[in-house]
């Protein structure tokens, strides 16, 4: 699974993150909503993935590996 909960409390994101990992990611915001997400090992994210971030709203570290997240996605949770 590309979405999981890391032992420093972070939410990681890695590798190619389909739109099944969307609702995973959901929970995992729910049930720790101070989490941040760390994407810096996210090579690309359906867009189901970056909606519920949006929505969402936690702090989110690192930049992706995917040159149009970093330059046109990152930017929206600066």
Sequence with gaps: MTVRF?????IMLEGV???DDAEPLR?????N???AVDW???ELAHTAVIQVLLV???SVRGFPRS???RDW???LFA
């Design 6 to 10: 890391a032992s420093d409390g972070a």
């Design 27 to 31: 929970q995992l915001l729910q049930t």
């Design 67 to 69: 040159a149009f997240l």
């Design 40 to 42: 810096g090992a996210c």
């Design 17 to 19: 993150c389909p739109v």
């Design 56 to 58: 969402a709203g936690p």
């Design 73 to 75: 996605i990152a930017p």
């Design 33 to 35: 909503p101070g989490a």
